[in-house]
């Protein structure tokens, strides 16, 4: 993973509450095995008719929001399955960041493991956030060590477990973290070794 400091990006809003996995990535393109190639798919039954042609009414398709790297949403975001095939879709299409009320516990931590940064904030303050976006577009810096959000008159902090946050601006997973005792589990398994 890539370390997370500080990012500047633009903002999209999704302005829906229970955004579930199958809406974010659809069943129907879980048979890839690599973690690669999901953006293309992200969001699909909204961002094309049956046909597969483009949604113009669709956020995501609209010019003011191309290259948008920061979403912003409802209550119970990544709520339904637990495939961490939607937080990959959201990263291959370009997502740094997603802020919401709330967030189904799954998805949000498949989000921090896979490097994506999760802010919780008030509702009175994503409804900013979203209006903001919506009138014109709204690009934000969001600094993690400083745990703030600024940008257009917008200067908020969020909260975030301290763990999560070391992790995040290390660029370190979990395998990574076990990758850090390498000397002493060989040791330990060279002690413990099965004599034939």
Not at 55 to 64: A, G, S, T, W
Not at 147 to 167: A, C, L, S, V, W
Request: charged share 25%; proline share 4%.
């Amino acid at each position: 993973m890539e370390p997370f400091q500080t990012f500047e990006g633009l903002v999209c809003p999704i302005d829906r509450i229970n955004v579930d996995t199958d809406q974010i990535i659809p069943k129907q393109f879980l048979k890839r095995v690599e973690r690669h190639g999901f953006g293309q798919f992200l969001f699909y039954n909204w961002r094309f008719d049956s046909e597969g042609r483009e949604n113009p009414d669709f956020i995501l398709n609209q010019p003011k929001y191309a290259n948008a790297s920061i979403l912003v949403a409802r209550n119970n975001f990544g709520c339904g399955s637990s495939r961490e095939h939607a937080p990959w879709a959201l990263q291959d299409y370009g997502f740094k960041v997603i802020i919401a009320p709330s967030y189904a516990d799954i998805f949000y931590n498949n989000c921090q493991k896979n490097g994506i940064l999760t802010i919780s904030l008030d509702a009175d303050k994503v409804d900013r956030l979203i209006s903001a976006s919506q009138q014109k577009s709204l690009h934000l810096t969001i600094s993690l060590e400083r745990q703030t959000i600024i940008g257009n008159g917008i200067h908020d902090h969020f909260d975030i477990d301290p763990y999560r946050k070391e992790m995040l601006i290390k660029g370190m997973d979990d395998i990574a973290v076990t990758m850090g005792y390498e000397e002493e589990i060989t040791a330990y398994e060279q002690k413990h070794a099965i004599k034939s």
